[in-house]
């Protein structure tokens, strides 16, 4: 399952926060910050969708996340990867790297990340 843009952003300062009451995450949002009841409503849709949980103090909710930052990233990139690039990573590779403005020194820097992943894989 996916995140809305809009519930993106709200679980972006969740992990950064990695618990917070509903004022603090009203809090995070930069000028003009949105209603009270749109973070709610963005929360319960979140809730709904298995991403977040809450424990109760009395009337108030301590919201934490249920899935890690990595994990939900590594996930749709893979989902990206199979309906953009037909399930080919090399496919993405090569378009990821022509079609960015990378510098010859960042790709010289994700080619040493890639060679590590090798060694690490050959072992």
């Known amino acids: 399952m ?24 009203l809090d995070t949002y930069p000028e003009p910050k949105p209603a009270p009841t749109t973070v709610a409503t963005l929360l319960k849709r979140m809730i709904d969708k298995g991403f977040v ?17 990595n994990d939900y990233f590594s996930k749709q990139m893979n989902g990206m990867i199979n309906k953009f690039f037909n399930n080919s990573v090399t496919q993405f590779a090569s378009f990821f790297t022509s079609k960015t403005d990378f510098s010859e020194f960042e790709l010289e820097e994700l080619k040493k990340i890639i060679d590590n992943q090798i060694e690490k894989k050959k072992k």
């Open 53 to 69: 949980a809450y424990r109760e103090y009395g009337n108030s909710r301590e919201y934490y996340p249920l899935i890690e930052k």
């Open 2 to 25: 996916k995140l809305t843009e809009a519930e993106e952003t709200l679980m972006q300062y969740l992990w950064d926060a990695k618990k917070a009451f509903m004022k603090d995450l």
